[in-house]
């Protein structure tokens, strides 16, 4: 039986002060043994530097493996494949390949797609750079001593975004699911979904990919949501149809303490709910703490409670 995995998402901190709240929740995060923690990436490469640094921090001090986020909207193939071997110089191998959003004050009309039209083009310019970088590597023979191996170089992980309720330009489930396997073909082996609430919109979603012909595993994603206010807030950057016993129970809370219970719980639920149906593992976006992540994956019964660092 496969043991289910998780991971986590954290964002670039914008100050010195969020820099060290980061560090600090990056501790108990860490010791949690994740399957990979990946760092966001602003739009047009805005925290790049930032990012950079978060996953440098992560390759040179813990031994969990980081996932850069790259985005290429407004992008010519130049400039993304300098931005893709400058983490890959790093020592970053996995990456989630996104199309990105238009600039702030810029609509989906006026967008300048640049060179890279889609996360697919970017997903084989990844793959491509990496291979022009390091096309093959030589071992030790053991037993032989001198002699060499020749192997191809590296792998790189490729993930990519998969939508259960649906992309925002998607005119129906079936362009959403072609997307997915032109993603897979372009290369990508891992996806994570964007939000939802429903377990059955996932479960849902990964039948109807797997009845297409999607083969690479779909992690579902997870935020606990721990206040009304970053309910609204997420619900007016993600479209997503407001989850109504979520939302009524977070109004009614009479504490941030009672709130954040709500949320945890709600969360905790979720996941349990997607195991059960056969989820391979849990991504969390963290929003940079540790504590609701956490409690979450101990809740599902991914991590126990002595597991919990302290």
């Keep these: ?16 002060e969020a820099d060290a709240a980061l560090r600090r929740a990056l501790i108990p995060l860490v010791a949690a043994e994740p399957e990979f923690i990946s760092v966001t990436y602003g739009a047009n490469g805005s925290s ?6 978060v996953l440098r921090h992560l390759l040179q001090n813990t031994g969990v493996q980081p996932m850069a986020h790259l985005t ?57 750079v990496q291979l022009e970088r390091e096309p093959f590597l030589q071992h030790d023979v053991p037993g032989f001593p001198g002699a060499k191996r020749i192997a191809s170089g ?17 005119r129906s489930r079936a362009q959403d699911l072609d997307t997915l396997l032109a993603k897979e073909a372009a290369g990508a082996n891992l996806a994570i979904s964007q939000l939802f609430f ?27 949501v721990l206040s009304l206010q970053r309910l609204t807030r997420v619900l007016e950057l993600s479209g997503e149809v407001a989850p109504r016993d979520l939302q009524r129970d977070l ?12 949320g945890i719980a709600h ?21 940079n703490r540790s504590e609701a992540p956490l409690a979450v994956l101990a809740g599902a019964g991914l991590l126990t409670r002595k597991d919990i660092p302290a």
């Design 1 to 16: 039986m496969t043991v289910a995995t998780f991971s986590f998402e954290l964002y670039p901190p914008r100050n010195a």
């Design 72 to 128: 290429c909207v407004g992008s010519s193939y130049a400039e993304a494949s300098r931005l893709i071997r400058e983490f890959l110089d790093s020592g970053v191998t996995s990456f989630l390949a996104l199309r990105g959003d238009p600039p702030a004050g810029v609509s989906e009309a006026e967008i300048d797609l640049g060179d890279l039209g889609s996360a697919g083009e970017l997903v084989q310019l990844i793959h491509r």
């Design 251 to 262: 109004a009614a809370a009479r504490s941030d303490e009672e709130a954040a219970e709500i």
């Design 154 to 170: 590296r792998p790189v992980t490729i993930a990519v975004a998969a939508f259960p309720n649906g992309h925002p330009r998607s």
């Design 48 to 53: 790049r530097g930032v990012s950079l640094d």
């Design 198 to 224: 429903d377990p059955d919109d996932y479960l849902a979603f990964v039948d109807d990919a797997r009845a297409a012909g999607v083969t690479l595993r779909i992690l579902p994603g997870i935020m606990p």
């Design 267 to 287: 969360a905790t639920a979720l996941a349990r709910d997607l195991l059960a149906g056969g989820a391979s593992g849990i991504h969390l976006y963290t929003f």
